[in-house]
């Protein structure tokens, strides 16, 4: 008797516990599907278009164009300095002019975020004008150097262009703060789901395969292949493409990276291109744990040497701590390997606007005054 009453008990306590789970397996599932930050996925119409774009799009998701892994090993050492000592400052930007029509002007923003104005033109590449990178704010990174640029001195942007749709390269805070003043976005394909799901204006969006090109304003913009991965719904990987972007008009040419691995898509660049003026390469954020997801300070200097590029400038570093080794070892090892392979090298300061008529004068190690 006594055994059958334990029993019961049991059994209810197991029904409670299995209800709850239940309950939190909707509300995850829940959150997944309308919490506006996650955003959409492509529907069905969009899916059979990407099929009939690319070989590359099958099972639901885009493929890189090597054999890829995202897990390569295991995951280093964490060194005690992922993050500076104290929060760095930054050169803090309140109005932006534009540049000259034969100019081309580059504003690090920290990270991977930048501004360029080439010609009269503004360009504003994987803005994450946030305190961090992550669909909340309780569960993410958070920045360790001042915010160079609020949302609200954002000048006007011609083209916003998103390399891929990890949350340390698409905002949806910067997004909605922005939009207004931006004229066009230029896109993977499936990025522009995510931005329309956000209330971005269709006619405003421009979603591209890999090496398709559109002119706009008299600038050409073409996505470059990367050797990388695309996640915002953990149920859903690959569901958007990824890329790098390469801009040129009558003056000036500039080749954004993106983030990825290091393989010969460099050299088709050049193939394709010819020389490129300055390349803003993923240097950091490397792990022996994702090794053909990201390149090593070493790999972005050879990946610039194979683009043919005259300067390179090393990003995805200086904000946000998403790997185990030092936050200053990027530039440190970028410079050591420029120098060994013949590559000059600029590294402005976050906030610092470098004009490139005199890019050689950028090369402070301003990293240095500090822990």
Known sequence: MICLKILKKISKILVI????????????????????????????????????????????????????????????????????????????????????????????LGHSSALVQMGNKNILLDPVLNEYCAPVSFAGYNRFSDLALAPENVPDIDVLFVSHDHY????????????????????????????????????????????????????????VPSQHSSLRNPLHTSATLWGGIYIKNNFHSLYYTGDGGYYDVFSRVYERFGETELMLSDSAQYNDAWAQSHMTPEQAVQAAKDAHAKWLMPVHWGAFRLSTHPWDEPPKRCIKAAEEQGVSLATPEIGQTMNYDNISSFNVHWWEKYK
């Open 17 to 108: 516990i299995a209800v709850i789970f239940i309950v939190l397996i909707v509300i995850f599932l829940l959150i997944l599907k309308f919490y506006p930050p996650i955003g959409k996925l492509p529907d069905k119409e969009k899916r059979r278009e990407y099929a009939e774009k690319t070989d590359l799009y099958y099972d639901n998701k885009f493929h890189n164009e090597n054999d890829f892994s995202m897990i390569t090993g295991s995951n280093q050492n964490e060194s005690e300095r992922t993050e500076p000592e104290n929060r760095i400052p930054v050169q803090k930007i309140e109005s932006i002019d534009r540049a000259g029509v034969d100019e081309m002007k580059v504003i690090w």
């Open 168 to 223: 340390d390269h698409l905002d949806y805070n910067t997004i909605k703060a922005i939009d207004s003043k931006v004229s066009n976005y230029v896109v993977p394909l499936g990025v522009d789901v995510i931005l329309e799901g956000w209330g971005v204006d269709e006619s405003k969006l421009h979603s591209l395969g890999w090496w398709e090109s559109i002119d706009l304003d008299g600038i050409n913009y073409t996505v």
